[in-house]
């Protein structure tokens, strides 16, 4: 199984960016995917989580409002829109995987998830 993530970037504050995530070596449209973040000294936290087949979406509260995740199954990727970008979302983000999850215990819990991507970097800062 891989995830590779990518988008990430320099982004000034109040602008955007795109991540993406390709996985591969799993049947994609049977897996629920999160992306998850990770500052410098600081745990990796939830952002946000979406179903398998894309119908229910899940987001910490300081994803709400400004970041978007969706999916598309028939090219085994899933995306996170971030707008409004702030000095505090300078992170690693990753993806991952799992498979047989339906609530929002296992959505945003890290220990849940199967597989995971490499990460990629985004810096917001002017």
């Known amino acids: 199984v891989q995830l590779q993530a990518s988008g990430g970037g320099l982004v000034q504050p109040g602008g955007s960016l795109k991540l993406t995530c390709i996985a591969s070596g799993l049947t994609f449209s049977s897996v629920s995917m999160g992306w998850f973040r990770q500052a410098s000294g600081h745990e990796r936290e939830f952002v946000a989580a979406?179903?398998?087949?894309?119908?229910?979406?899940t987001y910490s509260k300081f994803a709400q409002g400004r970041f978007a995740i969706s999916r598309d199954n028939a090219k085994n990727t899933v995306y996170l829109q971030m707008n409004s970008l702030k000095p505090e979302d300078t992170a690693v983000y990753y993806c991952?995987?799992?498979?047989?999850?339906?609530?929002?215990?296992?959505?945003?819990?890290?220990?849940?998830?199967?597989?995971w991507g490499q990460g990629t970097l985004v810096t917001v800062s002017s």
């Open positions: 979406i179903s398998s087949s894309g119908l229910s979406e």
């Open positions: 991952a995987a799992q498979y047989y999850c339906s609530n929002y215990g296992c959505y945003v819990s890290r220990e849940r998830y199967d597989y």
